[in-house]
């Protein structure tokens, strides 16, 4: 199964944006899944497909105040950028200025976490990926990680 | 001096639990994320860790969102039960938690139960919406109300000196186990 060729279905040119900048606390976490499924809830998605765009937000937020973040004194800055694409299609831009992943790949694998202490799962990336219909991750140790999900929404008549 | 205005922001999660007998229900109400789910933790930690149940039920029926911090916190759990020489149930959860439970395939490492009639179909509906079973966890009177605003959280402390009362069998008891038989 080829990445690219899952992302290159969401060509549909952009019908609408919202970019939301947040500081990397915990607290935000809610904040930024309502703040995305409330923007999205203009297609008339359906309960399933917000839940699914709501847990997949909580994910990559998280993962960038829990890990991206982990070594950073400050408070870092988290920069969420949704899409709607013709079509009926969301783009979901989530990045963080943090440590970076040396080796995306292995992150990605179900049940790989560094921070098994935390009582992390590990099941981070399996949920973006199962929850969307693409995920791309992007990282560079040292500069950040940049998560990009789409997810097609059901045909409902409304846009 | 005036007292300062409260500012702490309502809890996002919190939870009650019910002992009867040897078995500890614990309900979990609101959403669980990395954010509320430390909380969550300690306190029912430092209650297993009193109490020392046989069996945890970890009722996920009121929760309304739950990501893969969720599931760090089953799991968890499932290893304090076993450190305790005792088992986990999560009790009938909310069709807002079962997708990423199956996904997780939670139910390989967890009994996850439903009351009678309300098990969820293929579809990931509920069969049906009649009363809670008597196999339902007691609803009695909290034990101990724990939020997930981190002032308020207690710490998880696995080395309760002072347990109140104790049963027949030397667990800890809330309320009194005879008027739980339906537990
Ligand atoms: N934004 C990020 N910055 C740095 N590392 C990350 C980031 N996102 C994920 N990771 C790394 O990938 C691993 C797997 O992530 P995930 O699947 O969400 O599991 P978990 O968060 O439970 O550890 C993490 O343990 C971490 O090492
Ligand atoms: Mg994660």
């Known amino acids: 199964m080829s990445r690219t060729r899952r992302t290159t279905q969401f060509s549909g040119e952009i019908l609408n944006k919202i970019q939301i900048k947040l500081p990397a606390l915990s607290v935000n976490e809610s904040m930024a899944r309502a703040a995305v499924a409330a923007f999205v809830s203009q297609l008339d998605p359906g309960v399933t497909e917000i839940a699914d765009i709501k847990c997949a937000v909580s994910e990559a937020v998280t993962n960038a105040i829990v890990h991206g973040y982990r070594d950073t004194p400050e408070t870092g800055s988290i920069a969420i950028t949704v899409s709607i694409l013709s079509g009926r299609a969301v783009k979901i831009e989530i990045k963080d200025k943090g440590c970076g992943i040396p080796d995306v790949g292995q992150a990605r694998q179900p049940l790989y976490t560094t921070d098994a202490a935390g009582e992390r799962s590990g099941m981070g990336f399996t949920v973006m990926e199962s929850f969307t219909d693409a995920l791309k991750v992007t990282s560079k140790v040292g500069k950040g990680t940049t998560v990009t999900m789409w997810k097609k929404l059901s045909e409902r008549g409304r846009i | 001096m005036p007292p300062k205005p409260d500012l702490t922001p309502r809890p996002r999660a919190e939870f009650v639990c019910d002992t009867a007998g040897s078995i500890?229900?614990?309900?979990?109400?609101?959403?669980?994320?990395?954010?509320?789910?430390?909380?969550?933790?300690?306190?029912?930690?430092?209650?297993?860790?009193?109490?020392?149940?046989?069996?945890?039920?970890?009722?996920?029926?009121?929760?309304?969102?739950?990501?893969?911090?969720?599931?760090?916190?089953?799991?968890?759990?499932?290893?304090?039960?076993?450190?305790?020489?005792?088992?986990?149930?999560?009790?009938?959860?909310?069709?807002?938690?079962?997708?990423?439970?199956?996904?997780?395939?939670?139910?390989?490492?967890?009994?996850?139960?439903?009351?009678?009639?309300?098990?969820?179909?293929?579809?990931?509906?509920?069969?049906?919406?009649?009363?809670?079973?008597?196999?339902?966890?007691?609803?009695?009177?909290?034990?101990?109300?724990?939020?997930?605003?981190?002032?308020?959280?207690?710490?998880?402390?696995?080395?309760?000196?002072?347990?109140?009362?104790?049963?027949?069998n030397g667990l800890v008891y809330e309320t009194d186990p005879r008027k739980e038989k339906n537990a």
């Not at chain 2, 209650?47 to 911090?69: C, H, N, Y």
Request: proline letters at 9%.
């Open chain 2, 24 to 168: 500890l229900s614990i309900r979990i109400r609101g959403e669980i994320d990395h954010h509320t789910a430390a909380a969550i933790r300690q306190g029912i930690d430092a209650t297993l860790f009193e109490k020392r149940p046989k069996t945890l039920i970890l009722d996920l029926s009121a929760v309304g969102f739950m990501d893969s911090s969720g599931l760090g916190l089953i799991m968890g759990r499932y290893s304090v039960m076993k450190e305790l020489g005792g088992e986990m149930t999560v009790w009938n959860p909310s069709p807002e938690t079962r997708a990423i439970l199956t996904l997780a395939g939670m139910e390989r490492l967890v009994k996850i139960a439903y009351p009678q009639g309300e098990e969820p179909t293929a579809d990931g509906e509920s069969s049906g919406h009649g009363q809670p079973s008597r196999t339902a966890p007691p609803r009695k009177p909290p034990c101990q109300r724990v939020t997930a605003t981190p002032s308020t959280a207690r710490t998880g402390s696995r080395n309760p000196r002072n347990p109140r009362k104790r049963g027949k």
